[in-house]
Nanobody, 121 residues
């Protein structure tokens, strides 16, 4: 069974930190990406990491604040989020692709259920 399970969401004040986890099971992937979707907005790419060569892509709005990493032994991808802002509030999803690193939601075929991140000012 293909599964992606996110955890680590929550509510923090602006300037705080959260670490999201995405545990993958039941399949082999080439890259795992994190996406987010705020109410009324389109889903957007946040970060993506290749399981093959460790190549990383970040959206411009998270550079210097968020770090994506992969623990191959645990088949888990982490998103460390620091210096959080109210505009980071969204449901965060992880997704898997058999392509190389990409930030396009349409390139991802398997999705987790999402975890809510709420940042208060």
């Amino acid at each position: 069974e293909v599964r992606l399970v996110e955890s680590g969401g929550g509510s923090v004040q602006a300037g705080g930190s959260l670490r999201l986890s995405c545990e993958a099971s039941g399949f082999t992937f080439d890259a795992i990406g994190w996406f987010r979707q705020a109410p009324g907005e389109q889903r957007e790419g946040v970060s993506c990491i290749s399981g093959r060569d460790g190549k990383i892509q970040h959206a411009d709005f998270v550079k210097g604040r968020f770090t994506i990493s992969l623990d191959k032994a645990k088949n888990t991808v982490y998103l460390q989020m620091n210096s959080l802002k109210p505009e980071d509030t969204a449901v965060y999803y992880c997704a898997a692709t058999t392509r190389a690193t990409t930030m396009k939601p349409a390139d991802f075929g398997s999705w987790g259920q999402g975890t809510q991140v709420t940042i208060s000012s």
